[in-house]
């Protein structure tokens, strides 16, 4: 049987990315203030709060192109976590209304940037790691 992978790198590399660059293109528009709120109740610097465009834009933006896949992927998995332990860290254990991870989408997005970072981009990309 004969198989594709690198196609289906490219469909899950598109499926990943898209929706998490629709969250930070809304953030170029509606701001960062309540991230940074969240980092001031947690203690960590403001500053940190810019970097939810590299993660949110940019890493996004890398991974749909194929360009440095891995390291965009390390980025975007440390953003999700990052979003997870400030804002979801009470729901880890609980279920939604419908009976599935309350966490679920976040879990996804972390799970699968960590397998864009051991795999890399596939042959659909302009670099192939």
Known sequence: MKTNYDLGLLIIRIIIAFPMLIYGISKLFNGIDGIIQLLHDNGLPAFL??????????APIFILLGYKVRFAAAIFAFNCIMALFL?????????NAN????????????GISIGLMITGSGKFGISQN
């Open 87 to 95: 804002t979801q860290t009470h729901f880890i254990f609980k279920l």
């Open 49 to 58: 709060g810019y970097g939810v465009y590299i993660g949110e834009i940019i």
């Open 99 to 110: 009976g599935g991870m309350a966490i679920q989408e976040l879990a996804i997005f972390i």
